[in-house]
């Protein structure tokens, strides 16, 4: 004899009300009880028939409109509990009884049945849908700021290792003392801005969450905060260290996530196919915020988007060896701190005069003495900074201290940079470069709005023989304030934007405003002679010059000596004095102009002589459709002693 309801087990109904006029079937073992029913009884002597189905009243089985007790000979059984209108509300296979007692017990929600409001769902135990998430407080983890709940996090990740799913965090704080291993295809999700996962006093880990051990393909990262605790742990930058380590694992994404405090990099990418960087707050980072370096370029795909960043020490965003990056509608704030003089020798920095250091944190740059650059290995005072190795010394000169380049692309190609906030820093804005032997190729920069800047504020830059930075578009960008860092950083860096080296080719710069409030800066500069810059409709405020380097001018020999003085170089007009000597010119001199910013349309030269201190003289164009050259003949004999004004369009 087996008893089926003990005592007067209660029924709900799809509303969450107790069931009325509900229907009870039960039948054989692993067989649908509505149509394989077996015998039951209203007595444990089985004397007394129950005819089914078992009507019930407010959640119970009735017997003449009172609970009652239902038994059956069968050693198991199955049970499906039905509305009046036939939906299934509850159903077990295989039951040995059904009691209050055996359902508070460990595997009590085996015995509850569960259906989903709608069409077409289907009835299985409440033990299958609570399993569908895991918590990390079934494996026993607290999250009251104290107990070190890292293993029991871990096996809540574990437990999804052949299937994946989600694990979830109440509100709380949980300690790590040891790095946490993704499987693939598993989400952490959390409450956003309630759940803080946060690495133990002196636990110095150098990974926190690693995507690499257990190739976590499709792990998912959502709505927690991820707290270093850089204040309680070994701040040594030559140790590398990451909140996240995402290396050899592809289709990760990173979203609506905090990561502060970290004695390192927030998010470090090696050969990881399509991460997915978005609606993060990183702040508060040694090194970088985001850093996808793969081993050899591929075509990796990275989306770093709508994120905000705030004091990051190193590179805000760096990229090596990419392919088809999006960097988009990111807020990104870093420090600097500039008029100050310093002194350097060894590894030690000492502060002469101006701000101190304070603010300034391991990982930032000194920049001093006209552009020299060392990293900042500790703070020791505000007073005294220790340096990586041994720079070159200086005595109390110039200098700034701050963030890296803030976005820093090299060897990538087909980058789009878009609609980024960027501010601050010690060096450059936006850099886009390429060392030796490497290439980088088709970067749109557009959109951007880049302010006070203690550098260029958007650069490409060639290093070392057989690089080449390739297709550059700069576009609709808003540029105020660059170059701030003064006599601490070279002169050629102080603009709004700039291009240096030979191999920086096929650059079109249109329709950017760059003005200068309160910094003493020049608009464009073109530093390397060869290099040819196509530019249209962009607007210079307040700049010292608004192109410098844009063109150089030769003067044939029959000039005798003459000099080129006040050149003004505009994207489609150059205009420029010659002063010549007492030695009159020959006749019929000519002109070459060498032009580094031509008009975005094709070029059409032509010059014209527009005032002079003798006979204004017709000019003729000899070579018109040269790419980066232009040669005007004088039609006449210049006068000695005289000085020409000279004005050509392209």
Known sequence: MTEIVSPFAQFFGTNGAPLNNG????????????????????????????LQPIRTLNGYAVRSGAPARIFCNAANFSMTVQTSTGRTVWAVQDATSVNIPSISGPDGSSQVGFIQAGAGAEARTAQAKMRDIV?????????????????????????????????????????ISTKINLRPNVTLI?????VVIKQAAAANLTILFDLSTYGATGACFDGLIIDGNRSNNNNNIAVQRHAFWLYDTNDVSIENCEIKEVAGTAVTGRNCLNPVIRKNYIHDCLGYGIGIAPAAFMNNR?????????????????????????????????????GQTVTVSGSTATWVSGPNFNGVRPGNFLIYDSGREALIMSVDSPTQLTLQGAPVGAVAVAAACGAADIVNVQASSSTLIDGNWISGGA?????????????TASTLIQGNHLEGIGGAAINLQQYGA?????????????????????AAILADYRNGINMVGTGVITTTVSGNTVRAYSASMDGMNIITAGVEVRAANNFFQGMLTNIVNGASIALSAGWNGS????????????????????????????ITLTHRVLPMRAKTPSCQMV????????????????????????????????????????
Not at 190 to 194: F, L, V, Y
Not at 308 to 336: A, D, P, Q, V
Not at 475 to 481: E, G, Q
Request: overall charge negative.
């Open 23 to 50: 229907n009870i079937y039960i039948g054989t073992a692993y067989l649908d009880a509505q149509t394989n029913a077996i015998p039951v009884y209203w007595d444990d002597a089985l004397t007394i028939p129950a």
């Open 135 to 175: 918590s990390v407080k079934d494996y026993g983890a607290t999250g009251d700021g104290v107990t070190n709940d890292a293993a029991a996090i871990q096996s809540a990740i574990d437990s999804l290792s052949l299937t994946g799913g989600f694990v979830c965090f109440n509100p709380g704080t949980y300690i």
């Open 190 to 194: 959390a409450p956003r801005g309630s």
């Open 302 to 338: 990275p989306i770093i988007e709508n994120n905000c960043f705030s004091f990051i020490s190193w590179h805000t965003i760096g990229l090596i060896n990419c392919y088809h990056t999006g960097i988009k509608n990111n807020k990104i704030e870093t420090f600097k701190v500039v």
């Open 427 to 439: 060096v450059g804005g936006i850099v886009v470069w390429a060392d030796t032997s490497q290439t």
């Open 466 to 486: 057989g690089s080449f930075v390739l297709e550059t578009q700069i576009t609709n960008n808003l540029i105020t304030d660059a170059g701030l860092d003064g």
């Open 563 to 590: 000099t080129v003085s006040n050149t003004i170089v505009t994207e489609d007009t150059i205009s420029f004095l010659v002063t010549t000597t007492a030695t009159p010119p020959a006749a019929s001199p000519t």
């Open 611 to 650: 005032t002079t201190s003798a006979t204004v003289l017709q000019m003729l164009t000899q070579f018109p459709d040269g790419a980066n050259t232009s040669t005007f003949i004088v039609s006449g004999t210049p006068a000695a002693s005289a000085t020409y004004r000279f004005v050509v369009r392209l």
